[in-house]
């Protein structure tokens, strides 16, 4: 018998793991040079960054901030070259804000907070409900405070609504259903027509409160991309519900005129509704109306945007499992009840993804609206060297709306993803 | 669905509701605004500055017009059209007269149902190319790439003396002078066509304006003036009568520094009727006797208006030519004041 | 709540018009039929009073009308003295050009991107994501003028060739010139052609006359020409494609009864290559080279500066939603499936092609269709880098000489209508039989 053994009384330490797959080595050979095909793309990325920067940041960075002039630029600069900042300096309020009075640049920016607000409790959940009321009065305060005026117009357009649903009361409890329905259509649309413009000025006229009327065509820059983005989309949500259940129906001829609508819009470029707006729409008008460029263009935009939307919530109602639809029957509610309680809030919601995404793509189309003649960021651009001065630049100030157009949706499209895999998770 | 308040919000905020029907001058006056159309941007002849204040020869010719009828220059709405919606601005009522350097020919005229009422600027057709290139006729450009402005008459003027000369061209279109001066600086182009004085404005803008000239063939009459709406001849007559004021005053050595002391009356019958204290013409034009006083201290007279803007001293620094008073040789000639 | 509905055996009431669930559907449909045509009514209404006031009542006569415009990229005979028609059928074709070469390139770059995105490389997967975020999140009008700008900023003019010591040279073995104009590439000749035959010829005009007896027509003849040399082209390589196939199925049956392949590449090359490389030197085919002469380069094929900048732009920014189609294709196929195809013993290669990619198809495709309609239509801002397209042509210059707004804006949108609609169709009957495959 053997008395020795042996017995390990002490583990030993764990290796390292070899160099060449621990630190930064190892990252840089797990991540970058794995095999021969992936060191030769990153070696070829490698160079492309180096080169892209060195011909970028040298230009990029030049002591041009002041700069009153090209002229002036080409001096600071020297024969070496160099961006010139000093447009952007002078003109980044007007490409901001086009050229709304600069005393009032706080309700423009007033405006957009507010959207915030407004938005939150639709798009967070965390947010307290009663903000609600606050979205609801949102429509009316928006134009209110961009284009100024008496406080009693949104006033007395929302009244409107008050007056429907207060008909609506009334006939109900008398005639029933039906009849309150016509009642209620029928009723804030005279009122619109014939009422409101006169009680607003009367009301103007016995108690004067108000804010100074801007024009519409002051407006311009990134403000003008964000109310006909804003403004279009807005509008195109009801529409586009109405469009999407017209188009789900089983009634031929409504199912048919909705298809027919959406397929005919989704079928032209934007730019062609564009010119409809610009050249067209007055001549489809009665003789003598005539509205303004801006509101011709958010006319358009609001079909356009509708028919995408249509889209977007059929989607949405076609995500919805079948049961809900059965159950809503089951429990006896009539299609509106059910589309209003049960139906659209889930359809609604899991289509929140793709309307940011179409309020993305709108926004960005409404650069378009530089082809017709408005002055948007890049039909600024073109007035801006138009101006002696400034004649002949142009990397600083595509770079500079290019940047600006990528911060609003570069955040709205990580939004969109983080509400997309929040949605998703709800779903499991 | 609460959203769709927004249709009654909107229709009520941004509704003008113009009608456009009546009388175009009545219009005006109602409104206390004129709603002039002009160019997105066109050195020296119209650009907004960092203040968003519309300059330029023909905004001048707007706010002269404004300050005639309305008694302010300031009180003027421009609104900005491109070569494709100028037209349809006008026709729709969406502005009241087209102060856009917009050239004067039979169809417009006639068929387009506009009516010109005078010239602002009597222009023509050139051509610029680099001196390096060492033409010195454009009948020599046989084959070269031209830029050029699209829509306007430009194309039109380019096919016709191509063809008639029987040579070839490759065209680029461009839509603005922008654009058009970068690809001729970057020799993308051979030569910039379009009418001499946007030739003369953006060679001002060039780093050295002597290494470009403009050829000597003028291959087209341009005659550029403001316009109005076919049939409203009322207005019509305030637009062009506010033009010949500013002409007339520059022939009668009226400026906007002796304007006040002439409007004490003078020994000269024409100078006391264009300023309101002899006879009655004013009335006539539906105004007050004042009118033209106040059209001709807006700005200056044509002259002064002229060299402001795009007169040798700018930078765009364009001679007078055959914008020069008759008297002078050129073709301003306003009818007289009588 | 709304009363029950009568028994059916009760008479018809006009109330059961509206609470009868039989004939409600009905009562609804012709009331949203009459709102429809009384708009449509007021519309039109309302267009023919302004009209009547303008003086300027719908007539598309004008389209008979000489045009007076040069057209730069023609793919037909165009000239100034052409009407406006014609003027409009060069931007349909130009419009149908660049939209077919975008989509081709944009599918490309989108699958390279979408797959590289995927890539375990972590330095080309963040760059691609770079890419996909920049350009999906800046208006693709501004990518066009910006590639314009590129294009006629950073390249050489022609002018730069001049010289005995140039700044810039033709790459290539001096075949292709690169200039801010452009990029000039040799174009196919031939020496011996059959010439070509104009298609609807109008025989009373002067362009068909010959000039002499046997003598080739003159180019304007016809409502466009086909090219004779190109159809035998298209038929010989037809025809020498059809026999390798039949070769290649020979060899496929012999294999299939004894076993044995026999070798036949060299065979099957050779009935492809061997008449079309004779085809070609009968015709006397040669390359025509661009060389710098006067102006500009002459000779050899023009892809003006105004198409690239325009392919460029919406090939990227269309591939940039394309790569993240693709990707998002690929992940929503379960690992599982991967798995599955690598314990059957398939190969990384063949597990995507034979599993992965036909699921992922089903997933890709009809987003693809929506991308590819999107490409087309925002082919017309060609107008903004003045490429001649359907906008540029029809609905920008034609409608500027003649006025004539309606009429060009409303055939500019049936025409845009008509393509899309015609992409969609075809792209849906392809999805239709990927999907009958699959199932």
Known sequence: MHKTQFVRTQMLEPEEPPVSSRGMVGWLHANLFSNAFNAVLSLLSLAAIYWILSQVLPWMFSPTWYGTSLENCREINGPAGGACWGVIRERWLQLLFGFYPSELYWRPIATFLLLAVALAPVLFTSVPRKLMYFTAVYPFLMPWLLWGGSIWNPIVAAMGFALGYGVYRVIYDHFGNLAASIGALVAPVLWWLFLAAPASSLLQGVIPLGIEPVQSRLFGGFMLSLTIGVVGIALSLPLGILLALGRQSDLLIVRSLSVGFIEFIRGVPLITLLFVASTLLNIFMPPGTNFDIILRVIIMVTLFAAAYMAEVIRGGLAALPRGQYEAADALGLDFWLAQRLVIMPQALKISIPGIVSTFIGMFKDTTLVSIIGLLDPLGLLRSIRADANWNGIVWELYGFVALLFFIACFSMSRYSLYLERKLRTGHQ | MKKSVFVGALALAGLSAGVAAAGTLDDVKARGKLNCGTNTGLVGFAAPDANGEWKGFDVAVCRALAAAVLGDAMAVEFVPTTGKTRFTALASGEIDVLARNTTW???????????????????????????????????????????????????????????????????????????????????????????????????????????????????????????????????????????????????????????????????????????????????????????????????GNYGELFEKNIGVNTPIGLARGLNAQWTEGGLQYAPPFR | MTELADPPKESFRLGMLIYDTRYRSLTIQVVALIGFLVLVGWLINNTANNLATLGKPINFSFLNDTAGYDINQRLLDYNSQSTHWRAAVMGLLNTLLVAFLGCVTATIIGIVVGVLRLSNNWLVARLMTIYVETFRNVPVLLWIVFSMALLIETLPSPRDFRGDDPAASMVLFDSVAITNRGIYIPEPLFSRGFGDIPVFPDRSSEACVAPEPGALLNDSCGLFQISLNLIAILAVTGAGLWGSRRIRRRADRIQAETGDRPTTWYLRLGVALVPLVGLLWALGFHLGLPELKGFNFVGGTHLRNSLIALWFALSLYTASFIAEIVRGGILAI???????????????????????????????????????????????????????????????????????????????????????????????WYNNRVKLVER
């Open chain 3, 334 to 428: 379960s690992k599982g499936q991967t798995e599955a195809a690598a314990a059957l013993g398939l190969r990384p290669k063949r597990i995507m092609n034979l599993v992965i990619l036909p699921q992922a198809l089903r997933i890709i495709i009809p987003p693809l269709i929506s991308q590819y309609l999107n490409l087309t239509k925002n082919s017309s801002l060609a107008i903004a880098v003045g490429y001649m397209d359907l906008t540029g042509t029809l609905m920008g210059i034609t409608l500027n000489q003649s006025g004539r707004e309606l009429e060009a804006v409303l055939l500019g949108m049936l025409i845009y209508l008509g393509i899309s609609l015609s992409i969609s169709g075809v792209m849906n």
């Open chain 2, 105 to 299: 020919t039979f169809t417009r005229d006639v068929d387009l149902k506009f009516d010109f009422v005078g010239v602002n600027y009597y222009d023509g057709q050139g051509f610029m190319v680099p001196k390096s290139l060492g033409v010195s006729s454009a009948k020599e450009l046989d084959g070269a790439t031209i830029c050029i402005q699209t829509g306007t008459t430009t194309e039109l003027n380019l096919a016709d003396f191509f063809r008639k000369n029987n040579i070839s061209y490759e065209p680029v279109p461009v839509e603005t002078d922008n654009e058009a001066q970068q690809q001729y600086l970057a020799g993308a182009c051979d030569a910039y066509t379009t009418d001499a004085s946007g030739l003369a404005a953006v060679r001002a803008t060039f780093e050295n304006p002597q290494d470009q000239i403009l050829l000597p063939e003028i291959i087209s009459k341009e005659p550029l003036g403001p316009l109005v709406r076919h049939g409203d001849n009322e207005w019509g007559d305030v637009v062009r009568w506010t033009l010949f004021a500013l002409v007339a005053a520059e022939e009668l050595g009226i400026t906007s520094a002796n304007i006040e002391e002439l409007s004490n009356g003078t020994d000269n019958p024409e100078i006391n009727r264009i300023l309101g204290t002899e006879g009655s013409l004013g009335e006539m034009l539906g105004l007050d006797p004042l009118w033209a006083k106040r059209a001709i201290s807006a700005g």
